[in-house]
């Protein structure tokens, strides 16, 4: 069964650096998204991408984040100047329509 | 805006013995109700979907609207149901829609 990857699986950063999170979506979805979860915390949306463009976007998603599908098969997460309050794990997720495919995860560690 | 709470962080029920996992949510139209299920060290997996009204292992969830519940039941726990519950909401209105979860209950059954 097909699923959605993420990598890498953690990611340690030091403050300021810039780092990108990397998914591969279930290849025949059109839209994908990304979340995260701090540690003890819920499972926050932070954006929604369809047809190459962000379809919707939280108050999370700051000009700090930015999103990318840049074959056609990756889909990225870039954070260009990371906080110390960013470590979380970041979740992908990918659906054709109805149901949301979620990846294992990227835990990130800013340092 | 849109919200879903689940009142009970920890559940603890003995094997054989019904469980209900509590949701409510609120939201000011019809929204799509979900439960994920994240099992030790997996990824979120979709459980239940109210338009669907199947079960899934032996599992079940109906969509009380007069109460704004979304209540999950299995008449029977087993030990391998132990995993972490979430609940999410889909408001209608296009696909690329975001998902807003609950804060997740951690159902363990004891043997």
């Known amino acids: 069964e097909p699923e959605v990857t993420q990598t890498p699986s953690h990611q340690v950063t030091q403050m300021g650096q810039e780092v990108i999170l990397r998914c591969v979506p279930i290849?025949?979805?059109?839209?994908f998204y990304w979340y995260r979860q701090i540690l003890g915390q819920k499972v926050e949306f932070l954006v929604s991408f369809y047809n190459n463009e962000i379809s919707e976007k939280s108050e999370i998603f700051d000009d700090q984040f930015s999103v990318e599908r840049p074959d056609g098969s990756n889909f990225t997460l870039k954070i260009r100047s990371t906080k110390l309050e960013d470590s979380a794990m970041y979740f992908c997720?990918?659906?054709?329509?109805?149901?949301?495919?979620f990846g294992p995860g990227t835990r990130l560690t800013v340092l | 805006a849109q919200r879903v709470t689940q009142p009970e962080k920890l559940l603890s029920v003995f094997k054989g013995a019904p469980v209900e996992l509590k949701c409510n949510y609120s939201?000011?139209?019809?929204?799509?109700l979900f439960w994920y299920v994240q099992y030790s060290r997996q990824r979120l997996q979709l459980l239940l979907r109210?338009?669907s009204r199947e079960s899934i292992k032996g599992f079940t969830a109906d969509l009380n609207k007069g109460e704004t519940s979304f209540h999950l039941k299995k008449p029977f726990a087993q030990e391998e149901d132990s995993a972490m519950y979430y609940c999410?909401?889909?408001?209608?209105?296009?696909?690329?829609?975001?998902?807003?979860f609950g804060s997740g209950t951690q159902l363990t059954v004891l043997p």
């Open positions: 997720a990918s659906s054709a329509g109805d149901t949301q495919y």
């Open positions: 290849s025949n979805h059109l839209y």
């Open positions: 999410a909401l889909r408001g209608k209105g296009g696909s690329a829609r975001q998902l807003t």
């Open positions: 939201y000011s139209g019809s929204p799509e």
């Open positions: 109210h338009i």
